[in-house]
């Protein structure tokens, strides 16, 4: 098949789900068009079958804004008339799924016929498409797409609770390729960060406030205030990550504390940690997560969204209420203390992270695109 992905190229989970998939369809033998306003930064180079499409966003003295989707849409156009593409995969409803739409009702004029399927990430359904000022475009431009998929069963379930949606929404989790992202041996690293054998705690995410890093500064807190030795990894960058190092400060744990912002790949780092921590508010999935565990890390995290989908509570790693801090320190105490549970958790966790193999996800994908092609454009829609 030729396939046309559209995603935000910038740090983040959606792009790099999006990325990946495209990457993994193109190694299955599909030719993949990336068509974004700059390179995914997941994709570093493009050969072979994976081609790039940047979307050019002229500026005029007429726009105070420019018109970033209707530009998008246009070269929608473009490439699948002159790539011939068989269908257009959109990762976020908004722009995305909206300028899809369109593309599609002019290909169609052209008597080109190009499904439109639209994956559902998150803040695209949770935050950003329940404002009230854009909430009647999600709704119609998931309904006008051919094909719906959702990465968890959480944020399809809150996709039909918050929006009149009339289709029906395939989950397809978010993956990872277990054969290349696994734990390696980095001991002198470890022995950078830890000269005197402390444990070492990690969170990664984008900082917002969300993601809540500021209980993580909170549980080392606690555990150095128990005379526990550990040490602290924070990975990425935004606009809590600030508010952290003051914390950090505050509490009197900034020696305890590496801020080491944004990391790609972060399979190097997560291979020397002994806990992931995930105190978000909202999280979907927990892409993050998913790669920790790949790396034999066990997660601690809140019991919220789609995380419970990912993580086996005393299985791959503990699941906490929200905000509860005082549980969270002491899910982490029990792992940094008692080796047997942590390695049997450890093992866990791999064991959990392979059920989100590539192998196991792309297919579905594959199988999916196939059921909408035999559909049929106009009896799907």
Do not use: W
């Amino acid at each position: 098949m030729k396939i046309g992905i559209t995603c935000y190229p910038v740090y983040g989970g959606s792009g790099v789900v999006a990325t990946e998939l495209g990457k993994a369809l193109a190694a299955r033998g599909h030719e993949i068009h990336f068509i974004a306003y700059s390179l995914p930064f997941r994709l570093s180079n493009v050969t072979g079958n994976i081609f790039f499409h940047e979307v050019n966003i002229s500026s005029y003295p007429l726009f105070e804004y420019p018109p970033y989707s209707l530009a998008l849409t246009s070269k929608m156009v473009d490439v699948a008339l002159y790539e011939e593409l068989d269908l257009l995969h959109v990762h976020y409803a908004i722009p995305h799924a909206t300028s899809a739409v369109l593309a599609r009702q002019i290909l169609d004029e052209r008597l080109k016929n190009v499904p439109v399927i639209t994956t559902l990430h998150g803040t695209d359904i949770t935050i950003v498409g329940q404002d009230p000022s854009f909430r009647p475009v999600v709704a119609y431009s998931i309904n006008q797409s051919d094909g719906v998929t959702a990465v968890s069963d959480y944020l399809k379930n809150e996709t039909y609770k918050h929006f009149d949606i009339e289709k029906d929404i395939e989950v397809i989790p978010n993956f990872i390729d277990t054969e290349s992202f696994y734990r390696s041996e980095k001991d002198y690293f470890r022995r950078a960060l830890c000269p005197n054998g402390e444990k070492v705690l990690i969170h990664v995410s984008n900082f917002r406030p969300v993601k809540r890093a500021q209980d993580v500064v909170r549980v080392l807190y606690n555990l150095r205030e128990a005379e526990l030795p550990v040490k602290l990894l924070l990975v990425g960058d935004g606009p809590d990550r600030m508010p952290a190092e003051h914390l950090a400060r505050e509490l009197g744990v900034q020696e305890d504390v590496r801020f080491l912002g944004k990391q790609d790949p972060v399979m190097e780092i997560l291979s020397v940690a002994d806990v992931f921590l995930m105190p978000s508010g909202s999280e979907t999935f927990g892409l993050a997560a998913l790669e920790a565990m790949a790396c034999e890390v066990p997660v601690v995290c809140s019991d919220i969204g789609g995380l419970p989908e990912l993580v086996e509570h005393g299985e791959s790693g503990f699941l906490c209420d929200l905000g509860d801090i005082d549980a969270m320190t002491e899910y982490t105490r029990e792992l940094i203390t008692d080796d047997e549970l942590h390695q049997r958790m450890s093992k866990g966790a791999r064991e959990r992270a392979h059920h989100f193999d590539v192998k196991r996800v792309i297919p579905r994908y594959e199988s999916y695109y196939e059921s909408i092609l035999s559909t049929g454009v106009a009896e799907a829609r």
